[in-house]
């Protein structure tokens, strides 16, 4: 792409919860500051879950999110729900051009979304699994899955990982000591809390310490893990704050009411300019959705932090300079292998869900990544020379 001033940049994050429309925020910010045009593409789902003013334009891209079942294994459920994703890559194919056409469309980049490459203009994937890792009844696939990934991110015109190069990294084994796609590179850690936020009111903190508990992923998976956190609210340090991961914000998980132990989203509710906070009658405080401002200042206060270990979390985590308790969620192999990694490597702790429930909570070390904030004046440079060596093609 020859640059030129004013061109548009088309970015279309996966909708596989909401992580992936935060980690391309820093991509949309640094493209902003660079001044170019910047236009996200993505399903309504997402655009709640994405800050406005970051992007010049936002339209809607629809595809399906993935649905977790409470009653059929992982893969199984992924399965059946296989040809909807055909039909999601097939549709993206089609409408990619008209896209580009009717937007001016000078450059796009897909977060994880198959079917958005064209000859027409440089195109980049954005993916922290260039290895794929299969449930073990399911091993034996894991080689096929991971070529055929391969092959996918080899059309496009680079492949870009969010991670640090060399041997001291986050991802692991997901994306390094594996066969790469051509024009491969690492641009750093991916997180919304290293953009800088312009002066405004930040909401207050809890005046007392406080565990903080962020929610994500599909449901009904992420109802699930909050359910287990307020019945263990009481071996939790501090007072409880819970981050329900619910864009929409709505007062109800899955559509189930749930009032048991004194528990309500609905109780003693009040506006505090980041969607409804409600404050239970056990003294839980209920946000449903927090920006990035908010995220960050809570992750920062938090004496505890609890949450998935999807790699968006992790990475927004590690800018912050915080460790958690990781809670894979079951029968997904990317998270239960980054849980495991990351607590040995980098001073996190995890439990797989069923033991919290039962009670069993460990304590992360806490010291883990303070050091690996230096990370992110290297990220910033590496994404930015990733940026300016793509647009001057």
């Not at 000859?119 to 890792?133: A, D, E, G, N, S």
């Not at 989203?265 to 209920?286: A, C």
């Not at 927090?290 to 206060?301: F, I």
């Not at 949450?307 to 985590?317: E, F, N």
Request: charged share 20%; proline share 8%.
């Amino acid at each position: 792409m020859k640059k030129k001033d004013a061109a548009s940049i088309l970015i279309c994050p996966l909708a596989w919860g909401t992580g992936h429309a935060a980690r391309v925020q820093p991509i949309a910010h640094t493209l902003r500051q660079k001044g170019y045009n910047v236009i996200l593409a993505a399903p309504p789902s997402l655009l709640k879950a994405s800050d406005y003013d970051i992007y010049n334009k936002i339209i809607s891209l629809p595809s399906p999110s993935v649905h977790y079942s409470s009653m059929l294994p992982l893969p199984l459920a992924l399965l059946l729900q296989l040809p909807l994703f055909l039909f999601t890559f097939m549709s993206d194919r089609c409408r990619l051009p008209g896209i580009i056409r009717r937007h001016g469309i000078d450059m796009v980049i897909s977060d994880n979304r198959f079917g958005l490459w064209t000859r027409k203009v440089p195109c980049i994937y954005i993916t922290h699994q260039l290895r794929v890792m299969m449930p073990r009844a399911l091993r034996f696939a894991s080689a096929p899955a991971t070529a055929i990934h391969r092959a996918i991110a080899a059309r496009y015109d680079e492949c870009w990982v969010p991670d640090m190069p060399g041997e001291v990294n986050l991802s692991g084994r997901l994306s390094h000591k594996c066969r790469k796609p051509p024009h491969t590179r690492y641009i750093g850690i991916l997180s919304r809390f290293a953009i800088s936020q312009p002066p405004g009111d930040s909401q207050p903190l809890p005046n007392t310490p406080y565990t903080l508990a962020l929610l994500s992923g599909p449901e009904p998976q992420r109802s699930i893990l909050e359910d287990i956190i307020i019945s263990q609210r009481h071996r939790l340090p501090g007072k409880l704050v819970v981050v329900a991961g619910r864009a929409d914000g709505k007062e109800e998980s899955s559509g189930r009411s749930r009032d048991r132990d004194g528990y309500s989203d609905r109780d003693n509710s009040k506006e505090n300019g980041n969607r409804h906070v409600s404050i239970n009658s056990s003294g839980i405080l209920i946000i449903p959705w927090a920006d990035s401002r908010r995220l960050k200042n809570l992750a920062e206060g938090a004496s505890f932090i609890i949450c998935r270990s999807g790699y968006s979390t992790v990475m927004d985590l590690v800018s912050a300079g915080r460790t958690a308790l990781l809670v894979p969620t079951p029968g997904q192999p990317e998270q239960e292998y980054l849980a495991v990694y990351l607590a040995d490597r980098h001073g996190f702790s995890t439990v797989s869900q069923k033991e919290l429930a039962a009670g069993f909570i460990p304590v992360a070390e806490g010291a883990g990544t303070a050091g690996k904030t230096k990370w992110l004046a290297e990220s910033n440079r590496l994404l930015s020379q990733a940026l300016d060596d793509i647009v001057s093609r």
